[in-house]
């Protein structure tokens, strides 16, 4: 068994529905994504699923759906350069 810490919820009858939708999707990442929940495990873990997703649906939904996995791998190549030049530049201060 694995004890994770409270997933806290606050007045849930006064949030609208994005923010409900964010909050379960959230909830769904706090429950089955692989800990720590950090941003490298959120995003395998909606890669995953948008992957998923994909089967089933009509070719212009996944194209759509191949689209935003384009993006989302796109995007997680600018933050990995990023990571790479901030290490860089603390190396040098040492």
């Known amino acids: 068994m694995i004890y994770l810490k409270p997933f806290v919820v606050n007045q849930f009858g006064y949030l609208d529905e994005p923010q409900k939708e964010t909050l379960l999707i959230a909830y769904l990442q706090y429950i089955s994504a692989p800990m720590p929940l950090n941003l490298d495990n959120r995003e395998a873990w909606l890669l995953s699923r948008l992957k998923k997703l994909k089967q089933g649906k009509s070719a212009a939904d ?31 201060e040492e």
Do not use: F, H, S, Y
């Open 62 to 92: 996944q194209e759509k759906l191949d689209l935003i996995i384009g993006v989302i791998g796109a995007q997680q190549d600018q933050i990995d350069d990023l990571k790479v030049n901030v290490k860089m530049i603390r190396d040098q």
